[in-house]
């Protein structure tokens, strides 16, 4: 993997799983929790996300190929999915939707459902994945180094929880929606590019 894959591993994954779109949602899982509680909560949040976005980085492909949907189509799907995502950073939806279910699973530990899955390991973040483990010209270096990237990504993520208050209190909800935003055009430009390549590999346009 050369250092452009790396940094659209890296801008994917980071827009896609939203450190900083998560923290707020965090912050209100875990209101009335212990310091000591709410890193517990962080952690274990944290360490199941990336065991199931490992599965589905490890596994993904073979599902796909026991199920007859070829990677091309995948990648279209996935890209078009992807676009969703962002289309909804940019109207806002997707942050209504997370504090819905904040209000939702106030009564019982967030960790898994929702903080887990779907907040840190979406469909989104389950696609891309799949989209960055496969390919042609992948090997098992370049999938060792999409898995380290989404490590890191993760561990954004449980950065930005144990600082979650001071970031919400520093950014605003304004200075939290430009963020998501921005965020939102780089995510539709990459999804873009995925039903892109899947075309070119199914010869639809010229690659």
């Known amino acids: 993997m050369d250092m452009a894959s790396a940094l659209t591993s890296f801008v994917t994954l980071l827009v896609v799983i939203d450190p900083i779109g998560t923290a707020p949602m965090f912050v ?17 949040a944290c360490a199941i996300a990336v065991f199931i976005l490992t599965v589905f980085g490890l596994a ?7 199920l007859g949907i070829s990677l091309p189509a995948f990648r279209i799907a996935g890209g078009l999915l992807l676009f969703l995502i962002a289309v909804d950073m ?23 459902f929702p903080l887990a899955t779907p907040l840190i390991a979406g469909p989104g973040a389950m696609a891309a994945m799949i989209l960055l483990n496969t390919g042609t010209d992948v090997d098992w270096i370049d999938k060792l180094e ?4 989404m490590f ?5 993520v449980l950065a930005m929880f144990m600082i979650g208050g001071l970031i919400e209190k520093a950014l605003g909800r ?7 935003r921005l965020l939102g055009m780089l995510l539709a430009a990459l999804s873009v590019q995925f039903v892109l390549d899947g075309l070119a590999a199914l010869g639809v346009m010229p690659g």
């Open 28 to 44: 209100a899982l875990t209101a009335g929790m212990s310091a000591a509680r709410r890193r517990v909560v962080a952690m274990r």
């Open 146 to 149: 999409v898995h380290l990237v």
């Open 60 to 66: 993904g492909n073979t599902v796909l190929e026991s």
């Open 174 to 180: 304004t200075g939290i929606l430009v963020v998501t």
């Open 152 to 156: 890191a990504v993760i561990s954004l």
């Open 90 to 112: 940019l109207f806002e939806r997707r942050t209504k939707r997370r504090e819905d279910r904040a209000q939702e699973d106030d009564e019982h530990d967030p960790s898994v």
